[in-house]
Protein backbone atom coordinates (compact mmCIF):
# COMPACT_ATOMS: atom_id res chain seq x y z
CA UNK A 1 0.00 0.00 0.00
CA UNK A 2 1.60 3.16 -1.29
CA UNK A 3 1.64 5.65 1.59
CA UNK A 4 2.14 9.52 1.38
CA UNK A 5 2.86 11.80 3.94
CA UNK A 6 3.20 15.65 3.15
CA UNK A 7 4.70 18.19 5.10
CA UNK A 8 5.53 22.04 5.54
CA UNK A 9 3.00 24.10 4.41
CA UNK A 10 2.30 27.12 6.69
CA UNK A 11 1.08 31.11 6.14
CA UNK A 12 3.35 33.29 4.35
CA UNK A 13 3.13 36.78 3.11
CA UNK A 14 3.12 37.53 -0.80
CA UNK A 15 5.94 37.05 -1.98
CA UNK A 16 7.37 34.66 0.48
CA UNK A 17 8.49 30.81 -0.43
CA UNK A 18 8.10 27.62 1.33
CA UNK A 19 9.75 24.10 0.69
CA UNK A 20 6.90 21.33 1.00
CA UNK A 21 8.09 17.87 1.02
CA UNK A 22 6.76 14.24 0.57
CA UNK A 23 7.27 11.47 1.84
CA UNK A 24 6.55 7.74 0.20
CA UNK A 25 6.07 4.39 1.34
CA UNK A 26 5.04 1.35 0.36
CA UNK A 27 6.53 0.69 -3.15
CA UNK A 28 9.88 1.28 -5.24
CA UNK A 29 9.72 4.89 -5.04
CA UNK A 30 12.74 5.50 -8.08
CA UNK A 31 10.51 3.24 -10.28
CA UNK A 32 7.80 5.90 -10.37
CA UNK A 33 7.03 9.43 -11.61
CA UNK A 34 5.45 11.98 -8.62
CA UNK A 35 3.07 14.77 -8.97
CA UNK A 36 1.72 17.65 -6.84
CA UNK A 37 -2.00 19.17 -7.27
CA UNK A 38 -3.70 21.54 -5.39
CA UNK A 39 -7.61 22.19 -4.32
CA UNK A 40 -8.20 25.65 -3.38
CA UNK A 41 -11.71 26.59 -1.36
CA UNK A 42 -14.32 25.83 -3.59
CA UNK A 43 -12.68 24.82 -6.02
CA UNK A 44 -11.77 21.15 -7.63
CA UNK A 45 -8.15 19.74 -7.57
CA UNK A 46 -6.01 21.09 -10.00
CA UNK A 47 -2.51 19.90 -11.17
CA UNK A 48 0.60 21.84 -10.19
CA UNK A 49 3.69 19.72 -11.00
CA UNK A 50 5.13 16.16 -12.21
CA UNK A 51 8.14 15.10 -12.17
CA UNK A 52 9.26 11.39 -14.03
CA UNK A 53 11.24 9.06 -11.90
CA UNK A 54 14.79 10.31 -13.13
CA UNK A 55 14.04 13.36 -12.49
CA UNK A 56 15.10 14.52 -15.74
CA UNK A 57 11.77 15.83 -16.56
CA UNK A 58 9.38 17.77 -14.75
CA UNK A 59 5.63 19.19 -16.24
CA UNK A 60 4.39 22.35 -14.64
CA UNK A 61 0.90 24.12 -14.81
CA UNK A 62 1.28 27.66 -16.41
CA UNK A 63 -0.11 29.27 -13.26
CA UNK A 64 3.43 28.25 -11.47
CA UNK A 65 5.90 28.37 -14.16
CA UNK A 66 8.81 30.30 -13.16
CA UNK A 67 7.63 29.83 -9.51
CA UNK A 68 7.66 26.71 -7.99
CA UNK A 69 10.54 23.68 -9.12
CA UNK A 70 9.82 20.21 -7.95
CA UNK A 71 12.52 17.72 -7.64
CA UNK A 72 13.29 14.26 -6.15
CA UNK A 73 15.80 12.26 -3.83
CA UNK A 74 15.55 8.71 -4.32
CA UNK A 75 17.51 8.03 -1.40
CA UNK A 76 15.13 10.02 0.51
CA UNK A 77 12.01 8.77 -0.77
CA UNK A 78 10.85 11.98 -1.27
CA UNK A 79 10.04 14.69 -3.48
CA UNK A 80 9.74 18.50 -2.80
CA UNK A 81 8.27 21.27 -4.37
CA UNK A 82 9.94 24.51 -4.08
CA UNK A 83 7.37 27.59 -4.29
CA UNK A 84 8.92 30.92 -4.91
CA UNK A 85 7.23 34.32 -5.47
CA UNK A 86 4.07 33.00 -3.87
CA UNK A 87 0.83 35.19 -4.31
CA UNK A 88 -2.79 34.87 -2.72
CA UNK A 89 -4.21 33.00 -5.33
CA UNK A 90 -1.69 29.84 -4.71
CA UNK A 91 -3.75 29.64 -1.56
CA UNK A 92 -5.00 26.21 -1.51
CA UNK A 93 -4.36 22.41 -0.22
CA UNK A 94 -1.34 21.08 -1.38
CA UNK A 95 -1.58 17.01 -2.21
CA UNK A 96 1.33 14.75 -3.39
CA UNK A 97 0.18 12.27 -5.82
CA UNK A 98 1.41 8.92 -7.19
CA UNK A 99 0.47 7.18 -10.21
CA UNK A 100 -0.76 3.50 -11.15
CA UNK A 101 1.42 3.26 -13.83
CA UNK A 102 5.05 3.04 -14.61
CA UNK A 103 4.91 5.63 -17.69
CA UNK A 104 7.56 8.25 -17.44
CA UNK A 105 5.02 11.04 -17.53
CA UNK A 106 1.60 9.92 -16.64
CA UNK A 107 -1.69 11.23 -17.47
CA UNK A 108 -3.57 13.65 -14.38
CA UNK A 109 -6.04 10.85 -14.19
CA UNK A 110 -3.32 8.05 -13.55
CA UNK A 111 -2.61 9.28 -10.60
CA UNK A 112 -4.14 7.41 -7.56
CA UNK A 113 -2.70 7.78 -4.74
CA UNK A 114 -2.90 10.55 -2.52
CA UNK A 115 -1.27 12.34 0.88
CA UNK A 116 -3.72 13.88 3.51
CA UNK A 117 -2.86 17.28 2.19
CA UNK A 118 -1.17 20.78 3.41
CA UNK A 119 -2.42 23.90 3.97
CA UNK A 120 -0.61 26.80 2.26
CA UNK A 121 -1.77 30.21 2.79
CA UNK A 122 -0.73 33.65 0.99
CA UNK A 123 -1.57 36.39 2.42
CA UNK A 124 -1.85 39.64 0.85
Known amino acids: QVQLVESGGGLVQAGGSLRLSCSASGRSFSTYAMGWFRQAPGKGREFVAAISWSGIRTSYADSVKGRFTISRDNAKNTVYLQLNSLKPEDTAVYYC?????????????????WGQGTQVTVSS
Open 97 to 113: AAPITVATMPQEDQYRY
